[in-house]
C-alpha cells in the first residue's frame, strides 16, 4: 500500500507575513514566491529577507546586531540606540564591524517608520510605552527582557495592554536569552519527551562572574563587594520574578500547573582580597550569592532552579562551585544532563559570553515573525533551529 502523502510546513523564513507591507517600503522582487508541498498544495510564501531593527547596542546588543549583519536571512533597516554618542554612528561601528549605511538613531518614530519586520528589544529595562508602541504599528518584537515569558505570570494589566497592542498591529512578542530561556524552559521541555512521569525537575546554575569587565552590573546591580549587611536583601527574592516564571511556564506546559512558588537565598563572603576584571572584592564583603525559587504542586517541590554566581571560589561557605548547568529530571525516565562551558582564558569568555544571550533571540526571529499575534512562550513556538547558511 502506497505511503499517505504528508504535508510539510514551510520553513520560518518561507512564512508569509502576518501584515503587508507598508506603502512605499521598497521590498525585494522575490517578496512572493510559490511553494509546493508534497500534497501539491501551492502556497504563496515571503521569501525575502527579513527586515530586522536591533534596539540597543550594549554587551548583547551588540552582539546582536553583529550577528543580524551576518545571517543569511536577516537583513538589517535600523537600529535604536540611548546614548547620544552613539546616534548617528553607523552600525557597523557599533559592533566592530565594517559601515553598513544603517546609521542609528534616538527617534522611536524613525524606527516606526521603516516599517521592520522584527524588533530585536536589548533594552538594560522595559519600557512598557515603546513595547506597545512597536507591536500596534505592526512590528514583531523579541527581546531578551524576561517580562513576557509566561503571561498567565504577568500583571493582568500590563498583559492587557500588550496583548492589544498584539492585536492592533497583528503583532507577536516572544522573550528568550539563556537564563531565563534556553536553560529553564526550552531544555526542560526537549527532556520531557522521554517522560511519562515527573516527580521532580532540578536546575542547578554556576556562574563565575570574576572576568566580566561591568563593574556597574556587578558591584551596584548585583551587590557583589558590598558587606553584608549593605547587601541588597530583595535581590536574594528577586528571582522569584526572573525565574519563577520560567518554572510555571514548563509546569503549566506539562499540564502540571503549579500551587506556588517559593523563593530564597543567601550570600558569602571572600575570605581575601581578590581583584576581578571589574574591580576589588574586598575580604568580608559580598564574593557569592545563592538565590533559589521552587514551584510547589501537591505539597511539595516539583521544580527547583537555584542560581549560583560567584566572584571567587574563595568564600566562608562550603558551596558547590563549577561552571554551567546541571539539569536532573526524576521521573520513569530519570536523567542527569551537565552542560559546562570549556575551559578558556578569561578575555575569550569575556567575548564568548555575550552570544549565549544574543544568540537564541536572533535564531528565534523567523519563528516569531511566523507566529500568530499575541504573547508567544517557549511552548507555542516549535523547537528553535539556527540557520547558519544560506
Not at 65 to 76: A, D, G, I, T, Y
Not at 373 to 379: A, D
Amino acid at each position: 500500500m502506497a505511503a499517505a502523502a504528508v504535508q510539510t510546513p514551510p520553513r520560518p523564513s518561507q512564512c508569509p507575513r502576518k501584515r503587508p507591507p507598508a506603502a512605499g517600503v521598497p521590498r525585494s522582487s522575490t517578496d512572493e514566491v510559490s511553494m509546493k508541498s508534497s500534497s501539491s498544495t501551492e502556497t504563496s510564501v515571503a521569501a525575502a529577507p527579513h527586515r530586522i531593527v536591533q534596539w540597543g547596542t550594549g554587551n548583547i546588543g551588540s552582539r546582536a546586531l553583529r550577528h543580524v549583519l551576518e545571517h543569511p536571512n536577516l537583513s538589517l533597516v535600523g537600529v535604536y540606540v540611548h546614548s547620544e554618542d552613539k546616534a548617528g554612528r553607523d552600525a557597523g561601528a557599533l559592533c566592530g564591524l565594517p559601515d553598513t549605511g544603517v546609521v542609528a538613531t534616538r527617534d522611536i518614530e524613525e524606527i516606526i517608520a521603516l516599517d521592520a519586520d522584527c524588533v530585536l528589544y536589548m533594552a538594560a529595562a522595559t519600557n512598557l510605552d515603546e513595547i506597545c508602541r512597536l507591536l500596534a504599528s505592526g512590528a514583531n518584537v523579541v527581546t531578551t527582557r524576561d517580562d513576557f515569558q509566561h503571561p498567565a505570570s504577568m500583571d493582568p494589566e500590563v498583559r492587557e495592554r500588550v496583548e492589544a497592542a498584539c492585536a492592533e498591529g497583528g503583532s507577536s512578542i516572544h522573550s528568550t536569552g539563556v537564563s531565563p530561556g534556553f536553560i529553564n524552559r526550552a531544555i526542560p521541555l526537549v527532556l520531557s519527551q522521554m517522560q511519562r512521569r515527573l516527580n521532580s525537575l532540578t536546575i542547578d546554575e554556576y556562574a563565575d562572574v570574576s572576568s566580566r569587565n561591568s563593574p556597574d552590573m556587578l558591584f551596584r546591580s548585583m551587590g557583589f563587594g558590598r558587606t553584608v549587611s549593605d547587601f541588597p536583601k530583595a535581590r536574594l527574592t528577586n528571582a522569584r520574578g526572573s525565574f519563577g516564571p520560567a518554572l510555571a511556564h514548563v509546569a503549566d506546559a506539562l499540564s502540571v500547573p503549579l500551587d506556588s512558588l517559593e523563593r530564597s537565598g543567601e550570600v558569602a563572603t571572600a575570605l581575601r582580597d581578590v581583584e576581578i576584571a571589574a574591580g576589588m572584592i574586598k575580604k568580608g564583603t559580598v564574593a557569592a550569592q545563592r538565590m533559589t525559587v521552587a514551584g510547589i504542586r501537591n505539597g511539595k517541590a516539583l521544580m527547583r532552579f537555584t542560581a549560583t554566581w560567584y566572584c571567587t571560589t574563595e568564600i566562608d561557605k562550603n558551596w558547590e562551585l563549577r561552571n554551567g548547568w546541571r539539569v536532573m529530571v526524576d521521573g520513569d525516565a530519570s536523567m542527569t544532563l551537565d552542560l559546562q562551558f570549556p575551559p578558556m582564558p578569561p578575555e575569550v569568555m569575556a567575548e564568548t559570553t555575550p552570544g549565549y544571550t544574543a544568540n537564541p533571540a536572533v535564531n528565534s526571529v523567523p519563528y516569531v515573525i511566523a507566529a500568530k499575534p499575541g504573547i508567544r512562550t517557549t511552548s507555542d513556538l516549535p523547537t528553535i533551529v539556527a540557520t547558519l547558511a544560506s
